[in-house]
């Protein structure tokens, strides 16, 4: 029975093959088309519009194993990672798919067919779930009729569940129906039914489900009331991982081939040994093992960690498995190691995880190594935190202590939360949320996954199947003049069949030649004009569905309808400069790898008539040197006004050929294959320039970070990098003028004028310290304040308020008193601009008695801020400016 993960996915995609299931390859954790998800949490995502009938598909019967992410809304297993021996954030699904084809019988006695005849599975292992009824919806005895048929089990062993295990519905209305369950029985001797509605231990000895089969049979309405749908589907999932437990004879999904060798290699670096229990250092070798693998996945889809929705997502769990490390003694970046090793193991299934393995590895080393520059100071203020009488007593940590864990530090909350549990405590999570969301208000944030698609896009794509199209014809690469038939036309939102003169609408044809923006190339802008005299000017061209492409116009005279002939004309001027950015990218893409390396790969970019900017992978900033090697190579490129080629191929044809892909981007079953010369060969749908010449000039304009490993070129050509390098030359002149100088002399003369700045900067700071000591001894001001000095045990205290032009004369004036003093405690205050400051010193003498650092704490509290330092000096400062009197008079009695 014995079957590496490898065997098992491949026989599991034989099988419904055979059953005449057409293979359909693994589509993208980030799932398109629906910005209500986060990532793809099942097998079925891809095919949703499918189920729902707003997409037709050549074939009835599908079977796929899809990557998959569980760790954000209802789907979200991050808790119970490393915890149990079944839960992951990363997992593979196997399943096979109905979309109005076969239903319950065939289901029900595939899944039969493949555990115990293919797998061998053992019969007496075995139990089946299926739906027993409830809230008026009547049990699924078909389901349990078929059970029984095709086992030959009595109905002790087919076990009625309730709605929340037995139930599925996307939403509260639409598609739903009963779902009917496999479940294994992992531990010793003869199934223990039982023990079936017990949680297994962590060792995972007990019942676990491995394969759940969905019958989409109903459509409930608004009043909840269920329909049988004409066409019922079925959707079944079973986690690869949990397979290959089973057949590998294993109780932890974490003791198969899968992840084993990525918990070994986590002990490994921490010098420790895996003994497969609930220790807690097992725990953290499986959270490392499981988290490697959603880092490795991620970022090989173009997801890297920062302060985006997804992007976030994998920063938590990148630093989630940092301090799972940390907590194990390892003192060095560790997790890039893992994750080359989930390249190695898993890059045969989906090589994207080889092809960019350094770049999987640069990225998460260099997140953790940002961390890691934080990660002891945060841990020291949880430490800080923890210790505190106020919240020994309460056992909650404040919203705005975990709010400043993750805004400065940058703790997740999930992170603070398990640290605050080691320590028997809670978080404020209300005081929290009310910190973050008053963040929020002060930048904007991501939309993804809170705002659905518009449903007007869809309905105007049914008027586009009505009229006999499946889609929009794009006419654009051959012309910019074209003409097409308004399909569907959208008014304030709403589809309408006419609109008139000052209206600003959206209209469909069924062929144009605008090009509608993705791929980075913003759509076309240009003219449509109608027989009957209507006028309207086209501002943008986008593409809101796979297949529809909807122009953005203003009418400007006359009236259009739907079912009216438009002529339609690109704006020439701007599609030209739009062309020669375009393929302007390909061919910096293209000297990006040349002078920094194959993994200075695509991860984003924006073509306009006006700029071009793009983004790549590389960890560090591209020094001068080498922007001005690039910028050479490009330009030498260009001037051999090579023809730009594209050819239309099957994308396996065109992976052949060498095409590269670009990041991020998915492609279809068949390709556009652009050729700039034979050594820079990439796949795209854009449009391009007919020769490298008619680029022009490249001229880069700026390089900047963007992201963890991340970097920005921006760039412009033609008569846009004219005008640019024009635009430098008047600033020249201008500044030359202003420093009477010429262009070859401006840099000597503007180090000089720096110079003399720095100069009467000192002289300008010499003479206020001056003036703040008391005049030209520096004793006069200050000899004044010693009468006001009190006596404290062990010396004197002393506390004023001074002006001071800075924090570092504070701090002097503070340390010229304590000497002066003797044996003193001493502290002084000003106000900056907006700020109070104040300094403490104390002398070395009495800092067994008195520490300046934890003296200033309560005193920063008065002034809104925090402060801290050494036994012998500290600081700190706060925003209350009318309080700061009252934080000097504290000083005595906080050393009294």
């Known amino acids: 029975m014995h079957k590496l993960a490898n065997e098992v996915r491949a026989s599991f995609l034989d099988f419904f093959k055979g059953k005449g299931h057409e293979v359909v390859p693994s589509s993208s954790l980030v799932p398109a088309n629906d910005p209500t998800l986060m990532f793809t949490a099942a097998g079925m995502v891809q095919f949703k519009d499918v189920f729902t009938g707003k997409e037709q598909r050549a074939y009835t019967r599908a079977t796929s194993s899809q990557k998959c992410i569980r760790i954000s809304g209802k789907h979200n297993d991050l808790e119970n990672v490393g915890v149990t021996a079944r839960h992951h954030t990363f997992f593979e699904m196997l399943g096979n798919f109905s979309f109005g084809d076969y239903f319950k019988d065939d289901a029900i006695a595939w899944a039969w067919e493949l555990i115990t005849k293919v797998w061998g599975i053992p019969e007496d ?66 199934r223990d039914l039982s023990k079936f509605l017990d949680e297994p231990p962590v060792d995972g000895r007990g019942w676990m489900e491995i394969w759940n089969l969905v019958f989409m049979q109903f459509d409930r309405d608004a009043q909840g009331n269920l329909a049988p749908l004409p066409k019922p589907c079925v959707d079944t999932g079973a986690g690869l991982e949990r397979v290959s437990s089973v057949l590998q004879g294993k109780t932890s999904n974490y003791d198969t081939d899968l992840l084993r060798s990525l918990v070994e290699r986590a002990a490994e670096i921490s010098g420790k040994r895996y003994t497969a229990s609930g220790a807690d250092d097992d725990v953290s070798m499986r959270v490392i093992a499981d988290h490697a693998r959603t880092t490795a996945f991620m970022i090989a889809e173009g997801i890297f960690p920062e302060k985006g929705d997804r992007e976030y997502v994998l920063r938590r769990v990148m630093r989630r498995a940092i301090r799972h490390g940390h907590r194990l003694g390892i003192a060095r970046p560790f997790l890039h190691e893992v994750a080359v ?143 097409g038939k308004i399909v569907a036309l959208v008014r304030d939102k709403a589809l309408a069949s006419a609109a008139g003169a000052g209206d600003a609408i959206a209209f469909v044809t069924d062929q144009t030649p605008f090009y509608g923006e993705s791929g980075g190339q913003v759509g076309d802008r240009g003219l449509a004009t109608s027989a009957s005299g209507a006028r309207l000017t086209v501002t943008d061209t986008q593409r809101p569905i796979a297949g529809l492409f909807v122009h953005f116009a ?75 090697t690039i910028e050479d190579l490009v330009n030498d490129k260009l001037l051999t006004d090579a023809p730009v080629v594209t050819e239309v191929l099957p994308i396996d044809v065109a992976k052949k050929r060498g095409a590269m892909a670009i990041f991020g981007e998915k492609y279809g079953g068949v390709v556009r294959v652009l050729t700039m010369t034979e050594d820079s060969v990439e796949l795209c749908g854009g449009t391009h320039a007919r020769s490298l010449g008619e680029i022009g000039l490249f001229k880069i304009v700026s390089e900047t970070g963007i992201a963890a490993g991340v970097r920005r070129i921006e760039g412009a050509t033609g008569k846009n990098a004219l005008a640019y390098v024009r635009e430098l030359e008047s600033t020249l002149r201008a500044a030359g003028a202003l420093l009477k100088a010429s262009p070859s002399d ?18 300008l700071e010499a003479t206020k310290r001056k003036l703040a000591m008391g005049g030209e001894g520096g ?102 400016l009318d309080k700061l009197d009252e934080a000097l008079e504290k000083l005595y009695a906080v050393v009294a």
């Open 554 to 628: 203003t009418v400007e005279e006359g009236t259009v309808s739907v079912g009216d002939e438009l002529s339609l004309v690109v704006d020439h001027p701007s599609r030209t400069a739009t062309r020669r950015n375009h393929s302007a990218t390909h061919v910096l893409h293209w000297a990006l790898r040349k002078v920094l390396g194959e993994a200075a790969t695509q991860k984003g970019s924006l073509v306009a008539p006006d700029r071009l900017r793009f983004d790549f992978s590389h960890p560090r900033p591209v020094t001068p040197e080498e922007l001005r």
């Open 341 to 483: 090793q989930v390249a190695d193991l898993m890059g045969d299934q989906y090589p994207e995880l080889r092809e960019r393995k350094s770049l999987i590895a640069s990225v998460t080393e260099a997140e953790e190594v940002r961390f890691r520059e934080t990660l002891e100071r945060g841990i020291k203020l949880m430490d800080e935190v923890v210790s505190t009488p106020e919240i020994r007593a309460s056992r909650v940590i404040p919203g705005d202590v975990a709010f400043k864990l993750y805004d400065t530090y940058g703790f997740p909350i999930d992170l603070t939360e398990v640290i605050a549990r080691e320590s028997s405590l809670t978080i404020d999570k209300d005081g929290y949320d009310a910190a973050l969301e008053e963040q929020k208000r002060r930048s904007e944030g991501s939309k993804v996954g809170e705002a659905a698609l518009d449903d007007v896009w869809r309905d105007a794509a049914k008027r586009l199947e009505e009229s006999g199209a499946k889609e929009v014809r794009f006419l654009g690469y051959e012309r910019e003049e074209g003409k």
């Open 125 to 190: 292992k075995l139990v089946v779930t299926v739906f027993g009824g409830e809230g008026g919806v009547p049990a699924d005895q078909g389901a349990r009729e078929i059970w029984k048929r095709v086992t030959g089990w009595s109905d002790d062993l087919v076990i009625d569940m309730g709605a929340k295990d037995n139930f599925w519905q996307a939403g509260d209305t639409g598609p739903c129906g009963p779902c009917t369950e496999i479940h294994f029985w992992n531990g010793d001797g003869p």
């Open 746 to 763: 401006l840099a000597d003369k503007v180090e000089k004028v720096i110079a003399h700045g720095k100069t009467l900067e000192k002289e």
């Open 779 to 880: 004793g006069g001001g200050l000899d004044a304040m010693l009468g006001r000095a009190r006596d404290i045990p062990g010396g004197k205290a002393l506390s004023v308020r001074v002006d001071a032009a800075d924090a570092a004369v504070l701090r002097e004036m503070a340390e010229k008193l304590r000497d002066k003093l003797g044996e003193a405690v001493v502290l002084v205050g000003a106000i900056n601009g907006p700020k109070a400051q104040i300094a403490l010193a104390v002398s070395k003498g009495l800092t067994d008695r008195y520490k300046a650092g934890e003296l200033i704490k309560p005193i920063a509290q008065i002034l809104g801020g925090s402060g801290g330092g050494r036994p012998d000096m500290a600081q700190a400062g706060g925003t209350h």
